[in-house]
C-alpha cells in the first residue's frame, strides 16, 4: 500500500511538467493564396508570415501521397519536414522582406500520377 502513494505522489509531482508540455503553442497553418494543382502539375502559393514567425504549410493534393521533400531551401528561415505531408516553414528574425522556398512532392489519384514541385512565397514582415 505505502508504494501505490510513493508513485501516486510522484505522478501527481511531475504531472504539472507534463501537462505544461502537451500545452505548449503549435505553430498554426500559413495562410496560404493560391491552390494546389494535381499531381504532375506545378503549382505555387504566397502567404505571410511574421519575422521571427513559424507556420505550418500542409500539402494537399487529391489522392494518396507516396513521398516529399525540400527540393529548395528558404534563403532567409528554416523548412522543417514534420511528416510526408507537412512542413514547418520560420522566418528568420529580424529579417524582413521575401522568402521562397520549393517541396517535391510525388503521389497518385484516380485522375493523374505523377510529382510535382510546390513553390512558395513568402512575404515576412
Not at 510522484?10 to 496560404?32: D, H, T, W
Not at 522543417?80 to 517535391?104: E, I, M, R
Not at 512532392?105 to 510535382?116: D, L, N
Amino acid at each position: 500500500m505505502r508504494t501505490s502513494k510513493v508513485i501516486a505522489l510522484a505522478f501527481i509531482v511531475a504531472a504539472p511538467g507534463l501537462v505544461s508540455v502537451s500545452l505548449a503553442r503549435a505553430a498554426s497553418e500559413c495562410p496560404i493564396s493560391g491552390t494546389l494543382s494535381g499531381w504532375g502539375i506545378n503549382s505555387m502559393g504566397y502567404f505571410n508570415v511574421a519575422s521571427g514567425g513559424s507556420c505550418l504549410f500542409p500539402i494537399r493534393i487529391a489522392g494518396v501521397m507516396k513521398s516529399s521533400s525540400i527540393s529548395q531551401k528558404p534563403a532567409h528561415g528554416t523548412l522543417k519536414k514534420l511528416n510526408v505531408s507537412t512542413y514547418q516553414y520560420t522566418a528568420k528574425a529580424g529579417y524582413k522582406g521575401t522568402d521562397t522556398f520549393a517541396v517535391q512532392a510525388t503521389g497518385k489519384s484516380p485522375m493523374a500520377s505523377g510529382t510535382s514541385v510546390i513553390t512558395m512565397n513568402a512575404t515576412v514582415q
